[in-house]
């Protein structure tokens, strides 16, 4: 169950980004329905001078560095550009979280 949590990003931009998902589901190998997005509505703010920040939490089930790469990617491709630096952080929730009260992982 891949949780995407998006800061520095325009609540427009998830939802375009969200319609990306059938893309997602063969890069990191995951149900279209487990894929959930969440706009946080932070700002990101950095020194004077510096690249304007999309930083992107990553919650998921371990899977291989293949898919990291390949998410990273696919995230810089749709955020990145016009001097927006593009961060994106994984946490491991294996066995740490529950649907439903069935734990997964």
Same mark, same amino acid.
């Given at each position: 169950? @891949? ?6 990003? =325009?609540?427009? *931009?998830?939802? *375009?980004?969200?319609? %990306? ?9 995951? %149900? @279209?329905?487990? !894929?959930?997005? !969440? ?5 990101? /703010?950095?020194?004077?001078?510096? &690249?304007?920040?999309? /930083?992107?939490?990553? +919650?998921?089930?371990?899977? @291989? ?11 810089? +491709?749709?955020?990145?550009? +016009?001097?927006?630096?593009? =961060?994106?952080?994984?946490?491991? !929730? &294996?066995? &740490? ?9």
């Amino acid at each position: 169950m @891949p949780i995407l949590k998006f800061n520095g990003a =325009s609540e427009e *931009q998830v939802k *375009q980004y969200a319609k %990306k998902i059938d893309e997602l589901v063969d890069l990191i190998v995951a %149900k @279209p329905e487990a !894929i959930l997005m !969440i706009n946080n509505n932070n700002n990101v /703010y950095v020194a004077e001078n510096t &690249n304007k920040r999309v /930083y992107v939490e990553v +919650d998921w089930l371990a899977r @291989p560095e293949e898919a990291r790469i390949a998410l990273v990617k696919h995230l810089t +491709d749709f955020f990145g550009g +016009d001097g927006i630096t593009v =961060s994106v952080k994984f946490t491991e !929730i &294996n066995k &740490n979280l529950y649907v439903n009260n069935n734990r997964m992982g």
